[in-house]
């Protein structure tokens, strides 16, 4: 099993390049579990035609600790195993906190022995790396660490803030970078841009996704492009990213 945490700052499509990775995975055969980290609780949603499952934290709020994982969990396209963390009561939680206590209620639970995942991934809202919002890379919940970026000045500053807290637990033997997945927004000399920063950073761009309207489109039916249409170039972006992220598992297991 590999685990997988995927950052960026919020509405740098995060949630697009999961889903995506996920369903490629899915069709793959392989069996993934999706976790949802951020309030919006969308993480998911392109892969259940449009309806998210019940946030566990809201969840918990309203009635306990859930009895069976299906109260918080929803099968998706591809068979992905999709939950939501879902936020803290505002003004009095913290999101880092509920997003731990999230994590080990799967884990007592034995969300993982049930599922049996091949491949974990975290979605995770990081505009501003605080201790919570680190919880995976800290916490051995993530192997691995990726970060969804373009060539706008705002989302390369996240991408290096994130890039500077791993390296803050890089001696404690915790989740190690991956590497950056474009989401292109078709600016001027983009793949340059962020090719250069990869270099300045000591990482690499693991995969690059073109700016298309198919994306947007099969969204507005509650799916990935991958569900939409697999034959599509676009699609194929998220084969090959998902065949990174397995051949993320095979680095482990060498080590």
Do not use: W
Request: net charge negative.
């Amino acid at each position: 099993m590999i685990k997988v945490a995927i950052y960026g700052k919020g509405g740098i499509g995060k949630s697009t390049v999961t889903s995506g990775i996920s369903a490629a995975l899915g069709l793959d055969g392989y069996r993934v579990m999706q976790l949802g980290c951020d309030p919006k609780t969308d993480s998911t949603i392109n892969l259940l035609g449009g309806t998210p499952p019940p946030p566990i934290l809201q969840y918990m709020q309203e009635n306990g600790r859930p009895d069976r994982l299906d109260a918080v969990v929803r099968q998706g396209f591809g068979n992905v195993a999709c939950m939501e963390v879902g936020g803290p009561t505002p003004g009095v939680g913290c999101f880092g906190r509920g997003m731990l206590t999230a994590f080990e209620l799967l884990d007592e639970m034995g969300a993982y022995e049930t599922y049996k995942p091949d491949v974990v991934l975290y979605d995770i809202l990081a505009d501003i790396v605080c201790g919570g919002i680190a919880v995976p890379m800290r916490e051995g919940f993530a192997d691995k660490v990726c970060i969804v970026t373009s060539g706008e000045k705002m989302a390369l500053l996240a991408a290096k803030n994130i890039i500077m807290a791993l390296r803050n637990f890089a001696d404690r033997n915790y989740a190690q970078l991956g590497g950056l997945i474009l989401n292109c927004r078709d600016m001027a000399d983009e793949v340059e841009r962020v090719t250069d920063f990869a270099e300045e950073m000591g990482t690499s761009v693991i995969g690059i996704i073109p700016r298309d309207r198919a994306i947007h489109t099969f969204e507005e039916e509650g799916k990935t492009i991958v569900e939409g249409d697999r034959t599509l170039p676009t699609s194929q972006r998220f084969f090959d990213l998902a065949k990174t992220i397995v051949g993320f598992g095979a680095e482990r297991k060498a080590v």
